[in-house]
């Protein structure tokens, strides 16, 4: 998101569970494009509750499983937001040779960049989102 429309929204990941260091496929294939992850660290939604980061004061919440679907539906039961479900390959368990689950990993990047354009629009240009 922050590529493609920088600081313009306030955007957090989080999921079911916590792992906390982001999986290493997932970083090679997001660096390809600009996207670094390395240092990204990943949280779940318990953990965002924990640290003050209330799901409730979002305006919308993107699950991208099943399993966070339905924990992002009954953390929200009483809360006015926008969930969306966008069905996306799970990468992890395809593939046996590193170049095989490099190119799962690709299919989701990309599955999870075509949504994003699709529901939000073509990426701003710099200039557009600078300092704002």
Not at 27 to 33: L, R, T
Not at 50 to 57: F, I, L, M, N, R
Not at 69 to 96: A, N, S
Request: glycine share 8%; net charge negative.
């Amino acid at each position: 998101m922050k590529k493609f429309y920088g600081e313009r929204v306030y955007v957090q990941s989080a999921g079911v569970k916590s792992e906390m260091d982001v999986d290493g496929f997932a970083v090679s294939v997001c660096e390809e494009i600009g996207v670094p992850l390395h240092l990204h660290k990943s949280r779940s939604f318990d953990e965002m509750q924990d640290w003050g980061d209330d799901v409730g004061a979002y305006d919308l919440i993107v699950a991208l499983s099943p399993a966070s679907q339905r924990r992002v539906l009954d953390l929200t039961r009483y809360h006015h937001l926008e969930v969306e479900y966008w069905p996306v390959l799970d990468p992890t368990g395809l593939g046996t040779r590193r170049d095989e689950k490099l190119d799962a990993y690709r299919q989701t990047r990309n599955q999870i960049r075509e949504r994003m354009l699709a529901r939000f629009g073509p990426p701003l240009p710099d200039e557009d989102y600078e300092g704002a």
